[in-house]
Each structure stands twice: as C-alpha cells, then as structure tokens.
C-alpha cells in the first residue's frame, strides 16, 4: 500500500511540474500569461485536476493496469506572444515531455547508486519515480491531441500543414470528455501491451536491471 500511496503522489507532483515547465518555457518566449495567472508555481493545489491528477491515477494503480498516466490543469499560454513564432509552440510542447525525462535520467542514475550500495528502499522508490516520469513523458510525445506530442508536430510542420492540424485539434478537444474516451478506448485496445513493453525495456535500461 505505501508503494501505491508514493505511487500516486510521486504522479501528482510529475504531472504538476510537467505543466510548470510549460509555462516557464512560454515565459521564457516572451508570453506571461502563465505567471500572470499565478501558474508558475510548484504548489499542487493551483494545478491538480480531481479526475486527471488524482482519480484515474489512483485507478490505473491499484487495479494494476500496464497503463501509467494522469494530467494536470493544461497552463494557458497564448501562442501569437512567443518571440520565436516558427519554433515556439514546439518549444513549449516539448518542455514538459523534456522534464519528465530530465527527471527520469537523474532518479535512474539515484536508482543505480543505491542498489549498489546496499539502499535497497531508497532505490525501489528511486525506481518508482524513474517509471513513473518516463512513462508520462513518453506518453505525452504520442502525436495525439491534446498531447504534446501533437503540439510539437504541429510546431513543427510547415504553416498549412500546420493549421489542417490545428483544426483537427480543435475538433477533437470539441468532443471534450468523449474524445478523451475513446482515445484511450483505442490506445488501451491495440497500443497499451506495446507502449508497456517498451516503456519496461526503456526502463530496464535506465536503471540497469
């Protein structure tokens, strides 16, 4: 039970600082409105979701489901006050996926060094957080909408291209909480058993076992 419990927490507070980063890359290109609205803050409280951040979390765990994933309050950000406007949108996107892998690679190598000495608690719950980051990072990179994945596609795509999407994207956050169920209807039928077995060989590699 104290695994699921850290399991849940160490998820809440990923996918807070997964959106934080989000809004300090879109502060950092010249748009505020996430610090404006008091968004660029660590503090769960102004970014955890009841469903996103804490009841579908909490299910996918203790019924031991191969999918791992939650969401936070998207950061607003508003696109046309980023200086760089080809790359922007891309930069932000990616900000968040680039932070919860930064966070893997660091609690992996903290995951190493306390196997090898003897800190076998510190370096289970060290791992916990090393799956947990990867898979919500490697997740995000699915170019699904509203994923980041997506976002950064679109950033990245020349301008016509990039607006078909852009009105995919706008019909699918549209259909609201149905997008959202059968997307993961979908992605839970064909694509949950492959993402897993490659998060779990990513993994193993990270923290060496």
Do not use: C
């Not at 679109?154 to 609201?176: K, Q, T, V």
């Not at 059968?182 to 993994?203: D, K, Q």
Request: aromatic share 12%; no cysteine.
């Amino acid at each position: 039970m104290e695994a699921v419990i850290f399991t849940v927490i160490v998820l809440i507070l990923s996918v807070v600082v997964h959106e934080v980063a989000h809004g300090w890359a879109a502060n950092a290109l010249g748009d505020p409105t996430a610090r404006l609205q008091g968004r660029l803050t660590l503090n769960p409280v102004k970014h955890v979701d009841p469903v996103g951040s804490v009841l579908i979390p909490g299910l996918l765990v203790l019924t031991n489901s191969g999918l791992l994933f939650g969401w936070a309050k998207p950061v607003p950000y508003n696109p046309f006050n980023l200086k760089n406007q080809r790359w922007g949108e891309a930069i932000v996107g990616v900000a968040g996926v680039a932070t919860n892998l930064l966070i893997a690679g660091v609690f992996a190598l903290l995951t190493r060094f306390a196997a090898s000495n003897g800190m076998e608690a510190f370096a289970g719950f060290a791992a916990i957080v090393v799956l947990v980051n990867l898979s919500l990072g490697l997740f995000n990179l699915i170019p699904v909408p509203p994923l980041d994945g997506y976002t950064v596609l679109r950033g990245i795509l020349p301008y016509r291209m990039s607006l078909s999407l852009r009105a995919f994207e706008d019909r699918m956050l549209a259909g609201g909480i149905l997008s959202l169920v059968v997307f993961l209807f979908v992605f839970s039928y064909f694509f949950a058993a492959p993402f897993g077995a490659f998060i779990r060989s990513v993994f193993a590699l990270l923290v060496g076992i």
